[in-house]
């Protein structure tokens, strides 16, 4: 193991999507099998992040979903982030990683989950997967993932009820920031539109 604040550039190893090193010296991280599964059926993501963030962590342990229960959720995730199914006994002592990354694969499959749409996922028992198109975006929706959590602890502590946004709520969210017309922040079809008026103007 090498301790993070250690860690020099040089130290990085580089691994294709087979799991194969084609640069480093060192031995990739043991949890490559399911980056690599993520990464060849997941198509569009392009940066993958694996934490042990407490919150996130404290709904993989109860097997229990992040259910979307305030806009800072819905700003990011398009529904509930789910749980997969816990790994048999068989599936953990064959190939540990690599089925982790195909119980994330069914889990998604099986519950009509689009995974650009909802950009992590909790492995039971074990802890938080995200991804994004960059890894910065990866890195982002993790942290998002461990505020949600962490605000769905709380307001479940504070009630029983149905804790979920309602659907309209969660589209007006969703789409204004990820939608074909989003409108939210700088970098957005809107934004764009009104620089290029603002550049023509001044020519």
């Given at each position: 193991?090498?301790?993070?604040?250690?860690?020099?550039?040089?130290?990085?190893?580089?691994?294709?999507?087979?799991?194969?090193?084609?640069?480093?010296?060192?031995?990739?991280?043991?949890?490559?099998?399911?980056?690599?599964?993520?990464?060849?059926?997941?198509?569009?993501?392009?940066?993958?992040?694996?934490?042990?963030?407490?919150?996130?962590?404290?709904?993989a342990s109860a097997?229990?979903?992040?259910?979307?229960?305030?806009?800072?959720?819905?700003?990011?995730?398009?529904?509930?982030?789910?749980?997969?199914?816990?790994?048999?006994?068989?599936?953990?002592?064959?190939?540990?990683?690599?089925?982790?990354?195909?119980?994330?694969?069914?889990?998604?499959?099986?519950?009509?989950?689009?995974?650009?749409?909802?950009?992590?996922?909790?492995?039971?028992q074990h802890g938080?997967?995200?991804?994004?198109?960059?890894?910065?975006?990866?890195?982002?929706?993790?942290?998002?993932?461990?505020?949600?959590?962490?605000?769905?602890?709380?307001?479940?502590?504070?009630?029983?009820?149905?804790?979920?946004?309602?659907?309209?709520?969660?589209d007006k969210h969703?789409?204004?920031?990820?939608?074909?017309?989003?409108?939210?922040?700088?970098?957005?079809?809107?934004?764009?539109?009104?620089?290029?008026?603002?550049?023509?103007?001044?020519?």
């Open positions: 193991m090498v301790e993070y604040g250690s860690l020099k550039p040089e130290d990085m190893v580089v691994v294709n999507l087979d799991g194969e090193v084609v640069e480093g010296n060192m031995n990739p991280s043991s949890d490559t099998p399911t980056h690599t599964v993520l990464y060849n059926k997941f198509k569009d993501i392009d940066g993958i992040v694996h934490t042990h963030s407490p919150w996130a962590v404290s709904f097997n229990m979903d992040v259910p979307a229960a305030s806009t800072t959720h819905a700003d990011t995730f398009y529904g509930d982030v789910p749980v997969s199914d816990p790994l048999t006994k068989k599936e953990i002592e064959e190939a540990y990683e690599e089925n982790t990354g195909k119980v994330i694969v069914r889990t998604f499959k099986e519950r009509g989950i689009d995974p650009e749409a909802v950009p992590a996922v909790l492995v039971s938080p997967f995200a991804w994004g198109a960059t890894p910065d975006k990866a890195v982002y929706n993790a942290k998002v993932l461990e505020v949600a959590a962490e605000i769905s602890y709380h307001a479940l502590q504070l009630t029983r009820d149905n804790i979920r946004v309602p659907q309209y709520l969660l969703y789409y204004r920031k990820h939608g074909k017309n989003a409108y939210y922040g700088q970098n957005n079809a809107k934004s764009k539109q009104h620089a290029q008026h603002a550049k023509d103007a001044e020519d």
